[in-house]
């Protein structure tokens, strides 16, 4: 790992505090620990920091340390030891970590480095002119299997080629960064086997691809879900969580376009559906029609209402 220094002291602020409404926040969370134990808050207490300010200042330290009753020295070495404190300014609506430990490495994510370079800045941990975007090369970020990936703030993006990576950057960039799906970018789910998931066929047969197993069931089934012609408008499928674009791709060639579509599929339509886009339960497991009912009904503040999150 790199060193980590501070920010030179031309752009370090005089002075750091929390709002009030973080200042209520972090003691509490403070009162969270045992009585000798308060120190157990500092990364909470530094993360806060950084949310608020976008970086992790000297000033926001030493408040730190004065609050915790700890040497300002013994701050400093969380906040540069851990990758996710961003210790000099970073882009404003994006700061984009590369992993670059052996699995990404492989999978590609020198090319991932090289739109970086491209889009935002030759140089690591320097935002781009504008001050929107920075980069910079992280350790093992925890996804291996879904290499080459990258962490934008607090989200994984992961199975990335340099063309998609580009699209999410343009994305950050133009403000629409809540937009973009975050995990797997080619329609695998979470880390299932990217050709389907395996399983048994039969109880004396060897594992084999659910994919491989069987053909896809015939475009004229009467249990295939009836299409409709595109409309002016077609609703964003992939806010259904366990769609992603490959999926939505699927499903708008079959003339499935919107979200009461999805509500109103009887369950012979759920397994020909399954059946067809390779990933048998999927629906289910993710209620894909509960999801799809209440977009259809109140788009995504009804979403809120009944699962209480965004749609992804």
């Given amino acids: 790992m790199s060193v980590r220094r501070l920010a030179e002291e031309n752009v370090q602020p005089a002075s750091f505090a929390f709002s009030a409404e973080n200042a209520v926040w972090a003691q509490a969370t403070i009162k969270k620990y045992p009585e000798g134990r308060q120190q157990s808050a500092v990364i909470p207490l ?70 970086c ?36 703030f607090k989200d994984a993006y992961e199975d990335l080629t340099p063309e998609r990576l580009e699209e999410i950057i343009d994305q950050f960039e133009a403000g629409n960064g809540e937009s973009v799906p975050t995990g797997p970018q080619n329609g695998r789910h979470f880390c299932a086997p990217e ?28 249990n295939r879900p009836a299409a409709i012609a595109k409309p002016a408008t077609p609703d964003d499928l992939e806010l259904i969580a366990g769609i992603g674009p490959k ?43 509960k999801q799809a009912d209440a977009l259809a009904r109140g788009g995504e503040e009804e979403y809120v209402r009944v699962f209480g999150k965004k749609p992804r």
């Fill in 46 to 115: 530094l993360m806060r920091a950084q949310e608020q300010e976008g970086w992790v200042s000297r000033a926001a330290i030493e408040t730190v340390a004065d609050m915790l009753g700890m040497a300002y020295i013994r701050v400093l070495e969380v906040a540069t030891f851990y990758t996710q404190f961003q210790i000099k300014p970073i882009g404003t609506k994006a700061h984009v970590q590369v992993c670059g430990t052996t699995p990404c490495m492989l999978r590609g994510s020198e090319d991932l480095i090289n739109v």
């Fill in 247 to 289: 999926i939505a791709a699927t499903l708008n060639e079959l003339g499935i376009f919107t979200f009461a579509q999805v509500a109103a599929f009887t369950p012979a339509q759920v397994e020909w559906v399954d059946a067809y886009v390779s990933f048998p339960g999927r629906i289910a497991r993710d209620e894909w029609i």
């Fill in 195 to 222: 050709g389907g998931v395996v399983t048994l066929l039969d109880g004396d047969a060897a594992p084999v691809s659910a994919a491989k197993g069987a053909d896809k069931p015939s475009l004229n089934d009467p």
């Fill in 117 to 152: 370079k491209k889009k935002i800045h030759h140089d690591p941990l320097t935002p781009n002119a504008a001050g929107t975007l920075s980069w910079e090369e992280v350790e093992c970020q925890g996804a291996c299997v879904n290499a080459p990936m990258v962490m934008i």
